[in-house]
């Protein structure tokens, strides 16, 4: 698989300010939402005219916006992971390899989904995000995604560095929010939390490994959904050069996949 070069990473976010991302403001995720339950990616070799594949996304698939697609009004041009012929439980994509046209009228930019309600747990280690949308559930039976914060125990794990000194291993699991050393009062996500009427779970511990620094600001956290059965859930963590965005995907209750990428400010 091809990793995401560094001047991706700063394209993506510096898009922001083109006339089309105008509606999206925080993060640059997107996902298929169509009536017929899927969308048509236009694969394109060389020039980007020449059509070479099709490929069907459904609804819910997850994928980065780039730019407009070029000479076009109605299409986007997006990169979005390969995904394996064998079907796991959970899926952690670092590197994007497809790209390609994708109607605009079939997708939507994840934070302009429907947004859970942000709070905070009495201790401030966990955040809490409730679906308020329809007020006739009661409170307690209301669709709610927790995410646990606490101290890293990271310091007493094996870690491995590459030629720059760099940490980029910790128990053989490549790392997220850290540079050359462990911060002092480095915290990592320990765990997170689905809560739903008739289903409930815990995110698997490898949708979480290693994910240090993570954000308590709303800003740059938030939980949306466009049903019950397809929730989102996108962080951006870290700082400076050790930033990094993430999306999981929550199906039916549970973590299906997951999209983290590092993105320096």
Do not use: C
């Not at 997850?62 to 439980?89: Q, R």
């Not at 709610?144 to 000194?165: C, H, L, M, T, W």
């Amino acid at each position: 698989m091809i990793s995401i070069n560094k001047a991706f990473y700063l394209s993506v976010f510096s898009l922001f300010s083109l006339a089309f991302a105008k509606g999206q403001d925080k993060v640059p995720f997107g996902v298929v939402k169509a009536e017929e339950g899927y969308a048509m990616v236009r694969v394109h070799k060389d020039d980007y005219r020449k059509i070479i594949d099709k490929i069907r996304m459904k609804t819910g698939d997850v994928f980065v916006y780039v730019k407009p697609a070029p000479g076009e009004t109605e299409w986007i041009w997006i990169k979005y992971p390969e995904k394996e012929d064998t079907e796991k439980p959970f899926v952690r994509y670092d590197s994007i390899t497809k790209e390609g046209m994708v109607n605009k009228n079939r997708v939507v930019f994840v934070d302009k989904l429907p947004q859970f309600t942000p709070s905070k747990s009495k201790n401030g280690k966990s955040l809490i995000f409730t679906d308020d949308s329809n007020p006739k559930i009661p409170g307690n039976q209301r669709t709610k995604v927790i995410i646990d914060v606490y101290p890293s125990n990271a310091g007493f794990r094996k870690q491995e560095k590459d030629v720059d000194g760099n940490i980029i291993k910790i128990d053989k699991t490549k790392t997220w929010g850290i540079g050359k050393e462990l911060p002092q009062g480095m915290t990592e996500i320990k765990s997170v939390r689905v809560q739903q009427p008739g289903r409930g779970s815990v995110f698997v511990r490898d949708a979480i490994k290693n994910m240090f620094q993570p954000t308590m600001d709303f800003n740059n956290v938030g939980v949306t959904a466009i049903d019950n059965d397809h929730i989102f859930l996108y962080m951006i963590n870290g700082s400076a050069e050790n930033r990094y965005t993430t999306i999981w995907t929550i199906k039916q209750g549970k973590v299906e996949s997951q999209i983290i990428y590092k993105n320096p400010e």
